[in-house]
């Protein structure tokens, strides 16, 4: 499977932190200087906001300071949230990822930046209506035989309608942000900073290469043509899969600032949360099924995992949204994976992890730590398929994950300061990151090990599960696949 050294979530994790330390779309903030007052302003307010709240505490009773403190905490929860749906881009992004990756966030925090996800501030009907005619020609009105002018969703990059052709099929209509790419430039900008404060703490980081990838991955998001390819891509090699769904693409109907699919109905995560266990137990494995199956398979992987990018219906059935963050792999890299899964989940030998990981240049081959640091510290991302046993996913589990990448207090940094990340990690870590925070959500339960024997090419292991049944019957009769 994937892991991840801590240099390659910084840009995250340090924002996270931004977050912790400070506590309309129709004219999104371009410039770097623009974005930067904006937060610095949600600061100055927060700091305002949190003396006038210590007054107020002063002379409180017990009681009214809990309830001063939960308003307070709120309120501030909902501020830092309004700003980011506001400013759309990368900043955005990073408060989604933060809603559901950082058990250890205050919930109201938590809950706010969880509205990111699916619901952010839209831009108005009129403006997405003018990217349509600059793009396709077109008011939508015409463009369509019917057309919603209220999004459906919308999110850190564009938004979604409903519509309906000229020939009769449902689709959805992505439309982007007008000036989001300079937005997202301009937060791309400020991460040469964050990188150089973390790499004051990891020495041992390429700071230039995390950062290089990661643009380079971010910036390819703005062209709605790459996304186009990469949904296509997973959907022809999908298709007709028994749970596992990717909308078809109408090209004629997509440009880089358009994006027109078939659209799908389901269930959001949050209803997913309130279905019988085994329902999620379902949906878990057909994530889990769908993220290592197209490594393997495809050798590509979709980076964004997050609960809004996810269609359910019963029965473990699974609609996958957003190929914006693809990476795609080349052989050598698919080969690190799998000699890295050998080493540790079947030959259990930390020497020779630890050999691979120098020569990757993964690990300094002057590195002062034991066999045993790199065991504790790697070995928990190969934990639930080291051995042949059930294993639960739960947030303890995740946010172990997390204090692993980010606690500079704990035996993990010293692994880390010591560690580099490849190119080929920058994204893959969002698989420990996203995949591990979503599964344990889901309270996520099964023998991981097995139906990953499954997924292994080089195991071709028989299947253990209804869904893996269902999926070796397709994969029999498919001869692409």
Not at 220 to 232: C, G, V
Request: aromatic share 10%.
């Amino acid at each position: 499977m994937g892991f991840i050294t801590v240099g390659a979530v910084t840009f995250c994790g340090a924002y996270v932190a931004l977050l912790r330390q400070r506590r309309s779309p129709d004219a999104l903030d371009a410039s770097r200087a623009q974005r930067t007052a904006r937060i610095a302003k949600l600061g100055a307010r927060r700091a305002r906001r949190t003396a006038f709240h210590k007054a107020r505490r002063t002379f409180a009773s017990t009681q009214r300071r809990i309830d001063l403190d939960a308003t307070h905490q709120m309120q501030s929860a909902q501020d830092v949230a309004a700003v980011l749906g506001e400013m759309k881009g990368a900043l955005m992004k990073l408060g989604q990822m933060a809603s559901y990756l950082d058990e250890t966030m205050p919930a109201p925090m938590r809950e706010a930046l969880a509205t990111l996800q699916q619901d952010a501030p839209p831009m108005s009907a009129a403006l997405a209506a003018s990217v349509i005619v600059s793009e396709l020609g077109e008011h939508p009105n015409e463009l369509f035989a019917e057309w919603d002018p209220v999004p459906m969703a919308s999110a850190s990059i564009g938004q979604v309608h409903k519509a309906i052709t000229q020939d009769g099929r449902a689709v959805a209509v992505k439309v982007q942000y007008p000036g989001v790419d300079a937005a997202i430039r301009a937060d791309l900008d400020n991460t040469d900073m964050l990188f150089r404060l973390i790499g004051l703490a990891f020495p041992g980081l390429d700071g230039k290469t995390v950062v290089t990838e990661l643009r380079a991955r971010i910036i390819e998001e703005l062209d709605y043509s790459i996304e186009a390819r990469n949904q296509t891509l997973f959907a022809e090699w999908y298709r007709d899969h028994p749970f596992i769904h990717v909308p078809s693409v109408i090209f004629e109907l997509s440009t880089p600032r358009v994006l027109t699919t078939d659209l799908v109905d389901g269930a959001r995560f949050d209803d997913l949360l309130t279905w019988p266990q085994q329902e999620q137990q379902l949906a878990a494995e057909t994530i889990f099924r769908f993220v290592f199956r197209s490594i393997y398979r495809i050798a590509a992987f979709n980076g964004d995992p997050h609960p809004g990018n996810y269609l359910f219906a019963k029965g473990g059935h699974v609609t996958f949204l957003d190929f914006g963050l693809v990476k795609h792999y080349d052989p050598p890299e698919v080969q690190l994976f799998s000699d890295l899964i050998h080493a540790m989940c079947f030959e259990h030998d930390i020497t020779k992890f630890r050999s691979l990981i120098e020569h990757a240049g993964i690990l300094q081959e002057t590195a002062t730590i034991s066999d045993e640091q790199v065991q504790d510290y790697f070995g928990h991302f190969y934990d639930f398929v080291r051995e042949n046993r059930v294993v639960t996913f739960n947030a303890e589990y995740a946010s172990d994950t997390v204090r692993k990448m980010f606690d500079l207090t704990s035996p993990s940094a010293a692994v880390a300061k010591q560690s580099n990340v490849p190119p080929a990690f920058v994204i893959t870590q969002r698989i420990n990151l996203g995949l591990h925070a979503i599964l344990a959500q889901l309270n996520a339960t099964a023998n991981w090990r097995c139906i990953a024997e499954e997924l292994w090419p080089w195991v071709g292991g028989t299947p253990t599960t209804d869904l893996g049944q269902l999926e070796a019957d397709w994969l029999a009769a498919n001869p692409r696949a």
